[in-house]
């Protein structure tokens, strides 16, 4: 059993790789907004999402996953819908594309929050966490972090909902504002899962304990954040209220990686990623808050998308995939901590100089930040090919 859901967790980090590379390469070329999302958000953040939640929800519930098929059902409709999402806003895409992408999408995801709502049916609030041992004055933090789970399941929930009404398959949710949906699957689920898992993972990593009134802080305003945003976007008090209680729980997310940081005395290389996505994440939300108190500007959205889904998420979910597949794993010339290093410098700084490039107008500053960032995907991809042919 854990070997079958070990093997298909390297598919869907496989499959979220291509999405990563062809988004990179797609810019460069220049893509539509919903190309880039999807790519972005849909194929990359959330396949290396859901090939992690597998083996890792279960056991912060202290259960074993009841049915390791879903993973193997649920990958070729996830991958599919997104490759269909994906090419519907080129030109020349048949109608069809659309709706196809979204059915086959929220099938998936139907499967995939199934087989964990089941797994876990009795014990949804996550009260017993399997904390013991060492660690066992972190199961109160723990079952906190649990608790966030089945909130950002339902996110997810709603978010592929809401992607169905955006294709026409079904009624609208809200207005059919596509950044509602963006904010429900990229915040909510995407967002809420790195805040809750990580309070759990990284003290283990680092071998540090984290502020605990921080914790308490980004649990609760990163649960109840995304909601806020998806329902008052684009403007108005009370989106002012929603961006200023999503920032608390990124800056306070962002604190508590950094304190740990500095309390640890070990140097995982693979999470420099991990603290480079926090700084990413405050760039993103400082940028919400300029959105919400001085009101949208159509140059600096697309930043705030990438540093968003690159520069928070994407470092993120680079950082904690390395540490699960290390560098220095793989026999392939290479492979080891420097290259992991660089790798993820060109992804943050290719990703920040995209920032800088869309804010400006400058399409080649732009231009230049996506090459960076592809050598980075590149690099980063190499990596972990490396490490799945040893393995």
């Known amino acids: 059993m854990t070997a079958t859901v070990s093997r298909w967790a390297r598919r869907y980090v496989g499959v979220a790789v291509t999405a990563l590379l062809a988004w990179q390469v797609g810019l460069l070329v220049g893509v539509p907004r919903g190309t880039e999302v999807a790519l972005g958000l849909y194929g990359f953040v959330l396949h290396v999402v859901f090939g992690k939640a597998y083996s890792l929800v279960p056991s912060y ?23 269909c999402l994906a090419l519907a806003p080129l030109q020349g895409a048949p109608d069809a594309l659309e709706p196809a992408g979204a059915v086959l999408w929220a099938a998936g995801v139907a499967v995939f929050v199934g087989a964990l709502v089941w797994t876990v049916r009795d014990n949804l609030g996550g009260a017993e966490t399997g904390t013991g041992g060492p660690n066992a004055h972190r199961e109160r933090v723990d079952r906190a972090a649990n608790a966030v789970v089945p909130v950002a399941l339902a ?8 992607t169905l009404g955006l294709a026409g398959v079904v009624p609208h949710l809200f207005d059919g504002y596509p950044a509602r949906v963006t904010h429900l699957l990229g915040t909510g689920t ?4 790195v805040i809750g898992l990580g309070v759990r993972l990284l003290p283990r990593f680092l071998v540090a304990d984290p502020p ?4 308490w802080v980004v649990l609760p305003t990163g649960a109840l954040g995304p909601v806020l945003l998806a329902a008052t976007l684009p403007a108005g008090p009370r989106f002012h209220l929603a961006a200023a209680v999503e920032a608390v729980a990124v800056v306070g997310y962002a604190a508590i990686v950094a304190t740990l940081f500095v309390r640890s005395d070990r140097r995982r290389t693979a999470l420099y990623g991990v603290l480079l996505g926090a700084v990413g994440g405050v760039a993103a939300v400082a940028l919400g808050l300029w959105f919400a108190f001085a009101g949208l500007d159509g140059a600096l959205i697309p930043a705030h998308r990438r540093l968003t889904l690159l520069g928070f998420l994407g470092l993120t979910v680079v950082g904690v995939s390395l540490q699960f597949y290390p560098p220095n794993v793989g026999r392939w010339p290479g492979c080891d901590d420097r290259t992991a290093l660089a790798a993820m410098a060109l992804l943050a700084v290719g990703v920040a100089v995209q920032a800088v490039g869309t804010a400006l107008l400058a399409e080649t500053v732009t231009a230049l930040g996506a090459v960076l960032a592809l050598g980075g995907a590149l690099g980063y991809a190499y990596l972990l090919a490396g490490a ?4």
């Open 61 to 83: 519930f202290d259960r074993e996953l009841a049915t390791p098929r879903a993973a193997i059902v649920q990958l070729p409709l996830t991958a599919v819908g997104v490759a």
């Open 190 to 193: 995407a967002t809420l899962l």
């Open 155 to 162: 996110y997810l929930l709603v978010g592929s909902y809401a």
């Open 388 to 391: 799945f042919a040893t393995r």
């Open 212 to 215: 605990a009134p921080l914790v």
